[in-house]
């Protein structure tokens, strides 16, 4: 099993700053793509950042310019640095993971979701 431990979510102010921490740990033998997702309070989970192999980030629209990610290898870790945070960008955070297991099974696992609350 592979899991996966956020950490750094927590209350700011708008404009204010927050790092948001992943890490994974397990039975992993490659990650081909980490990424945070986002839900807030009755909508559905989106997609906020991803990275994948080679260093290829994708960012939703609404954070462009304000976030940045990155990645670990040696720790199989993933970064989130949120800046200008706005009280949309109100949610829980949830750290993703894609790769192979040790027995060549793919796998995607979700952490345990980290709450960001901004206020106005």
């Known amino acids: 099993q592979v899991q996966l431990v956020e950490s750094g979510g927590g209350l700011v102010q708008a404009g204010g700053s927050l790092t948001l921490s992943c890490a994974a740990s397990?039975?992993?033998?490659?990650?081909?793509?980490m990424g945070w997702y986002r839900q807030a309070p009755g909508k559905q989970r989106e997609l906020v950042a991803t990275?994948?192999?080679?260093?290829?980030?994708n960012y939703a629209d609404s954070v462009k310019g304000r976030f940045t990610i990155s990645e670990d290898n040696a720790k199989n870790a993933v970064y989130l640095q949120m800046n200008s945070l706005k009280p949309e960008d109100t949610a829980v955070y949830y750290c993703?993971?894609?790769?192979?297991?040790?027995?060549?099974?793919?796998?995607?696992?979700w952490g345990q979701g980290t709450q960001v609350t901004v206020s106005s």
């Open positions: 990275t994948a192999t080679g260093g290829s980030t």
């Open positions: 397990g039975t992993i033998f490659s990650i081909n793509a």
């Open positions: 993703n993971a894609e790769g192979l297991n040790w027995v060549a099974k793919t796998f995607r696992s």
